[in-house]
């Protein structure tokens, strides 16, 4: 009998040879090789042992002695709808480093569009400008006083609109403030242009002409390609998208049916509040569960509802003020009662709550909420989840474990934002601040995501669960560091846990779905700092090379 004949009978479809493949198993192990068939994984191993899976139709991949990890997941992102923003104006920063800076890209746009049309500009950062305040109406008026405009800030929960934006929409003086929602005014009442929260967002926002879902749905496929490409150069191998209205579901599936869905997606549906409850009841009067999807590269995790704002933009709720802002607790954009009114029905109904909770304040209503639906009915091994938790006391800690809840931990915004939240926070909040040591020896599964902040989601988010250092240096409670090790495992493991296919993916074991990244060093033994620079020179998802480093 020779070595073709069994690997003829294997027919392995790829094999990786003579590398550091930290497999992510229970125990840590590291193999040298890797053998994979129909998507799946064969064997691991060492290089001769697996070499005999190689047949003549075998792809033979020699990795040279490179790290290989199980593919990246980040738990939360909001990625088709990039392909939206096509016309939008980028006011982030980098390149934006005044606010003279998106005066001038705006004036630019504006020069290009007739008189009355709307200009919008999307993903400012006041923290990042050196101005030290926020753009105002009067600052976007010298783009211009013809066109209204619109400018979002990153995080989605704020904006500043123009004069004429905001005399379109009738915002004076003497408008009330909307429920769960603020208009910036001036100390003589005066409208500032600044809007927090969607309820004031779309008095504006609301106004501006829309393509229609067929347009929208044509251009997120048009632009997906784009978009995939990055999420791959990154070494991401699934995303969970957050908050998915039915345009992008449609996109999604139309992508998925051309056979141009290279990434696997897990679907968030669209509860966010104002409750409406059409996404649940819709649900459940279908009879639908989580977990049901099409397929393995498209799925639907969870229904995606939510509390507050944001901490950057000092629109989080806390239970004490702001350290930057001592009279600001920040914002819930909905009462405890319909919280809880909607986490009940969710549960009820077989769905997996994921709630957008960033300050302890919304966390608390958060945990109140789910104590109420675990009451309503018994569903053992639920796996509601918190997205974000960016302060979490001490003794909820102990409330999140007894709940069961998961998190998925903005960590990644320790890099590119930390420094606005070491101001927001103050040092002394800093120890709770996506806490992820305490997520860990609380027993609690926390895995990690950036939000659509900065770039190279997972290797960033890697950095700062080890570094918890901004991109300025500053520490954001270096003992809430964890090990380089356990930090791939809240990309990958606990990622997988969370959207309950940790028995499918999140490590390299045998019948796991064959998803894998190779980095250019090994990112467990070269110092911490290079973790920020480390490139990944290939992705490979279900046994096919989807990204190689040229
Ligand atoms: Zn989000």
Known sequence: MSGNTLADDIGADLVLLN??????????????????????????????????????????????????????????????????QGDYVNCGSPPMETIDDIVKALAEKVASKPEGEWVQGTRFDETKLSDNRWPTRYDLDRASDKHPIY???????????????????GITKDTPQPPGANIGKDDQGEPTGRLDERAAMNMVRGLIPTPSDEE??????????????????????????????????????????????????????????????????????????????????LYVVGVKIGVDGAMGSLTASLTQPY?????????????????????????????????????????????????????????KDHRH??????????????????????????????????????????????????????????????????????????????????????????????????????AIRVYTMNAAYLERKENEKGSIEPGKMADFVVLDRDILTVDPEEILETKVLKTIIGGEVVYERS
């Not at 994984?41 to 990795?63: P, Q």
């Not at 109904?349 to 304040?361: E, K, S, W």
């Not at 040092?427 to 027993?443: A, I, N, T």
């Open 216 to 297: 929208s749905i044509e251009i997120m496929v048009e632009n997906w390609p784009r978009i995939e490409e990055q999420l791959l150069s990154w070494g991401l191998t699934t995303i969970h998208e957050a908050h998915i209205k039915a345009p992008a579901a449609t996109a999604y599936q139309e992508l998925l049916s051309a056979g141009k869905l290279r990434l696997r997606v897990g679907l968030m549906l669209d509860g966010m509040a104002p409750y409406e409850g059409y996404a649940t009841s819709d649900l459940s009067r279908q009879g639908l569960r989580t977990g049901f999807g099409w397929g393995d590269k």
């Open 19 to 84: 590398g550091k493949i930290a497999t992510i198993d229970p125990s840590d192990s590291t193999v040298e090789a890797v053998a994979v068939r129909n998507g799946r994984i064969l064997k691991t191993g060492a290089s001769d042992e697996i070499r005999r899976f190689a047949g003549s139709k075998t792809r033979v991949m020699d990795l040279n002695g490179k790290t290989v990890l199980p593919g990246f997941i980040d738990s939360h992102e909001h990625c088709i709808r990039r392909g939206m």
């Open 385 to 486: 989840r918190i997205e974000h938790a960016g302060y979490v006391r001490d003794d909820q800690l102990e409330r999140m474990k007894r709940l069961e809840v998961a998190v998925s931990a903005s960590i990644g915004f320790c890099h590119p934002i930390g420094d606005s939240h070491i101001d927001a926070l103050g040092e002394e909040r800093l120890s709770g601040y996506y806490p992820m040591r305490s997520f860990k020896d609380h027993g609690i599964v926390a895995a990690g995501n950036s939000d659509g902040f900065g770039r190279n989601w997972a290797l960033t988010g890697i950095y700062s669960c080890v570094t918890r250092k901004s991109s300025t240096g500053r520490l954001l409670d270096a003992e809430q560091g964890i090990s380089v090790m356990d």
């Open 323 to 379: 350290a930057n802002d001592p009279e600001n607790f920040g914002i819930n954009r909905v009462t405890q009662e319909e919280l809880t009114e909607e986490m009940v029905r969710l549960h009820r109904a077989g769905n997996r709550a994921c709630i957008h909770a960033i300050g302890d304040d919304a966390i608390d209503i958060t945990l109140n909420a789910i104590d109420e639906a675990l009451k309503s009915k018994d569903w």
């Open 151 to 169: 400018l979002g800030r990153a995080g989605g929960h704020n904006a500043v609109a123009n004069g004429l934006a905001l005399e379109l929409a």
